[in-house]
């Protein structure tokens, strides 16, 4: 999905990502290697995923719920997006937000489809996932520790998912179709990344892309950047927008967050990165932009991307 990782190139790939191919993803006894897992976690196909006995998992959640009693994610409706960094946890708040999304609150459908991405990989198999992390640990190399780190986070934060939630793909894309419908511009821009844009038409495509540049929006920018990489080349209908190579992915996204996205060492941004892509920094201080401009962009880049980030961002005269 959009706000998760898909460019293979343009960032240091750590080999935790070639670790987890020989760790693999346990479902029912089987083995994922590396060179089955999807590019992203909105690809990820529900059937491969061999749930534990049913009621092991009811039984699961009961107890689960008993345990948290009433709690529920710590923001207020009016600021609903600022929960989905920190501690909180994953599960609640996406309850809360079901509620608001079945009253019609566009936001809260929004959120949801980013915390189901953030944890889907979790949710495929947690008892999997967990034996993961013990065995990258075990493997000791110079690579392990950050992703495992990141990893243990999601865990830590998606707790109470389990595989017959059915976080895939095609969940994530209803609940997206559900905000972009209401009028959600982030959700519209995702389903416009994820390949599955409300319209198809060259002018729809170049309206999307002004519209999202002009709310200034840094949701809208992060979730349109995947689109306006490579996948930009040759569609005549950005021409003169900023679109169609590595650079104007990244200064999508690192205009998300001069506008106010949370970008930092530890945002959900970075850790989705690191523990659903293998896009690790080796530096837990940096931020996304430090990143960036470490791994990713040379010396003799910096300043194309730097001007490519300011034409991004910059308010148009009158406005």
């Known amino acids: 999905m959009a706000l998760v990782p898909t460019l293979k190139t343009w960032l240091l790939v750590v080999p935790a990502l070639a670790l987890l ?34 009621q092991a998992q009811q039984l699961a959640r009961q107890l689960l719920a008993n345990e948290r009693g009433n709690a529920i994610a710590s923001g207020s409706p009016l600021d609903i997006r600022a929960d989905i960094e920190g501690d909180t946890d994953l599960f609640a708040y996406a309850q809360r937000l079901q509620l608001q999304a079945a009253n019609g609150n566009a ?27 013990a065995l990258l640990t075990g493997l000791g190399m110079t690579a392990s520790p950050a992703m495992v780190q990141a990893r243990e986070r999601v865990a830590r934060r998606c707790g109470g998912f389990v595989a017959s939630d059915g976080l895939g793909r095609q969940l994530i894309l209803t609940q997206r179709v559900q905000a972009a419908t209401a009028g959600n511009l982030a959700a519209e821009a995702a389903l416009f990344a994820d390949g599955q844009p409300l319209q198809n038409s060259p002018d729809y495509r170049r309206g999307l892309v002004e519209r999202v ?14 689109a306006m990489g490579q996948r930009a080349s040759g569609d005549s209908a950005l021409n003169g927008l900023v ?5 104007s992915e990244l200064a ?68």
Not at 25 to 54: I, N, Q, W
Not at 112 to 126: E, F, G, N, Q
Not at 243 to 247: C, L
Not at 269 to 298: P, W
């Open 243 to 247: 679109a169609g190579d590595q650079y």
């Open 107 to 133: 936001e809260a459908s929004w959120m949801v489809s980013r915390v189901y991405d953030y944890c889907a990989i979790y949710a495929m198999d947690p008892g999997g996932y967990q034996l993961d992390n």
């Open 21 to 54: 191919g020989v760790v693999g993803y346990r479902a029912g006894g089987h083995v994922r290697h590396a060179d089955d897992m999807p590019d992203s976690v909105g690809e990820t196909p529900v059937a491969l995923v061999a749930a534990a006995p049913m």
């Open 213 to 226: 540049r002009e709310s200034r929006d840094p949701e809208a920018f992060m979730a349109l950047a995947p």
């Open 252 to 319: 999508w996204r690192l205009g998300a967050c001069e506008l106010g996205m949370a970008c930092g060492p530890d945002s959900v941004l970075m850790n989705n990165f690191c523990a659903n892509g293998g896009i690790c920094s080796q530096d837990g201080g940096q931020d996304f932009a430090t990143f960036v401009y470490d791994a990713a962009v040379s010396r003799q880049g910096a300043g194309k991307m730097k001007t490519l980030v300011e034409e991004l961002i910059k308010k148009r005269k009158g406005r």
